[in-house]
């Protein structure tokens, strides 16, 4: 059974930090690509980062310089350094991996950036 568990969200300051985690499990992690999305409310997900298998990572530009995803396909997870968090972050972050034709989701964090 395919798994994959997001956690790391909450309620952060403006201009702080955090790191969501994404873990996988029932497939092989290792060779799958990973992204990141964001939903705001009321809109369609939103691309922010992906990485591929061989750890190439890309983040678009509204969050390049501030986000950085990495992996570690020893503990089958995917991680999203969110810095510099503005109120305009906050949304449910979803991960995704993807292979092919195949593409599994996990059930969203919800980060909320508010002073």
């Known amino acids: 059974q395919v798994q994959l568990v997001e956690s790391g969200g909450g309620l952060v300051q403006p201009g702080g930090s955090l790191r969501l985690s994404c873990a996988g499990s029932g497939f092989t992690f290792s060779s799958f690509g990973m992204r990141w999305y964001r939903q705001f409310p009321g809109k369609g997900r939103e691309y922010i980062a992906f990485i591929t298998s061989a750890g190439s990572a890309y983040h678009v530009d509204s969050v390049k310089g501030r986000f950085t995803i990495s992996r570690d396909n020893a503990k089958n997870t995917v991680y999203l350094q969110m810095n510099s968090l503005k109120p305009e972050d906050t949304a449910v972050y979803y991960c995704?991996?993807?292979?092919?034709?195949?593409?599994?989701w996990g059930q969203g964090t919800q980060v909320t950036v508010s002073s």
């Open positions: 995704s991996a993807r292979k092919l034709d195949n593409e599994y």
